[in-house]
C-alpha cells in the first residue's frame, strides 16, 4: 500500500466529514478577532456516536450553546473576523492542551462519554492532528495577517456557560464572566464600560472559571504567547437561548467593544 493510500485508511476524518473550522469574515477590517472553539456537535462518521444519546448531544456538555450565532452577529457588527471550531467538545476540546486530563472526556457534568474509554494513544492523537491542529493553524494565520498589516491583534474567545451544573447543583448566578489568567487588562477595562452601559448585569471576572496553561490553550498560546489583548467570555447561556436572546447580547458586546477601540484610539 503506498504512503498515500496508507494516509487516507488511517485518517481520522473522511471526505465527508465537516471541515476542523469555519472562518466567517476572514478579510474583516477590524483588528479584533474572535474566537469560538466550543461552536459545534459534529462528530466524524468513523466515531459513530461516542456512546451517547441524541439528547446528550443538545446539552452543554456538547457544545456552548447559544453562542455560534452570537459569534456570527458579532463578527458582522465589528466586522471582524471569526473562526469556528464545528466538531463536539466531547470529540475533543479545542481549548486545552493536548494532554490535558478532560483534553477528550470520558466523563462530563455526570454523564460518561463511552466512545472515548480506554483510547489507545494514536486514536488520541489523530484527534488532535486532524481536528485541534488545523483550527488553532488558521487562528494562528489570522493573527498574522494582522501583524503583516502593522495592526495590533486583538483577541476575544468567545464561549457560554450553564447556569447550574448537574454534579453539584450550584447556582451560578453571573449574567457574563470575564476571564484572563496573567493580563487582566482587557477583561477589566471590559467589565468597567459594562457596568457603565449596563448596571443591571452581574458581570464578573473569572467567573465561573479562570485561565490557566494546563486547562486553556487559547489564551495562553495565542493571546497570552505573542503579547496581544486578550479575553475570553463566558456568557450565561440562560440569556442567548433564543434568538432574541443572542441578538441581545450581541449588541451589547460590540457596543461596549467599540467603545473600548474608541478609548484606546
Known amino acids: 500500500m503506498s504512503e498515500i493510500a496508507k494516509k487516507i485508511v ?3 476524518l473522511s471526505t465527508r466529514d465537516e471541515k476542523p473550522f ?3 469574515n476572514g478579510n474583516g477590517n477590524s483588528t479584533i478577532i474572535l474566537t469560538c472553539e466550543h461552536a459545534g456537535r459534529a462528530i466524524p462518521e468513523s466515531l459513530g456516536d461516542l456512546g451517547v ?6 446539552c452543554h456538555i456538547a457544545y456552548d450553546i447559544g453562542v455560534e450565532n452570537v459569534a456570527k452577529q458579532l463578527s458582522a457588527l465589528l466586522d471582524a473576523s471569526l473562526v469556528l471550531q464545528p466538531y463536539s467538545r466531547l470529540v475533543i476540546d479545542c481549548n486545552r ?5 478532560d483534553s477528550i472526556p470520558v466523563s462530563s457534568d455526570g454523564t460518561n462519554i463511552h466512545g472515548n474509554l480506554a483510547l489507545d494513544d494514536d486514536s488520541r492523537q489523530k484527534r ?3 481536528i485541534v491542529q488545523p483550527f488553532h493553524e488558521i487562528v494562528t ?5 494582522k501583524l503583516v498589516a502593522g495592526l495590533i491583534p486583538i483577541l476575544i474567545s468567545v464561549h457560554s456557560f450553564t447556569p447550574k451544573l448537574m454534579v453539584d447543583g450550584q447556582l451560578r448566578p453571573w449574567h457574563m464572566g470575564l476571564l484572563y489568567n496573567r493580563d487582566d487588562r482587557l477583561a477589566t477595562d471590559l467589565q468597567k464600560i459594562l457596568n457603565n452601559q449596563h448596571p443591571r448585569l452581574n458581570i464578573a471576572l473569572n467567573e465561573p472559571y479562570s485561565v490557566s496553561d494546563a486547562d486553556d490553550y487559547t489564551i495562553p498560546v495565542h493571546g497570552e ?17 433564543s434568538l432574541v436572546g443572542q441578538m441581545r447580547w450581541a449588541s451589547i458586546l460590540a457596543g461596549c467593544i467599540k467603545e473600548w477601540l ?4
Open 10 to 12: 488511517t485518517s481520522l
Open 22 to 24: 469555519v472562518v466567517v
Open 53 to 58: 444519546n441524541r439528547e446528550i448531544m443538545e
Open 97 to 101: 492542551p493536548f494532554n490535558a486530563p
Open 128 to 130: 488532535y492532528d486532524e
Open 141 to 145: 494565520h489570522q493573527i498574522d495577517q
Open 225 to 241: 504567547q505573542r503579547g496581544i489583548p486578550h479575553v475570553m467570555l463566558e456568557i450565561n447561556n440562560s440569556e442567548i437561548i
Open 262 to 265: 474608541n478609548i484606546k484610539n
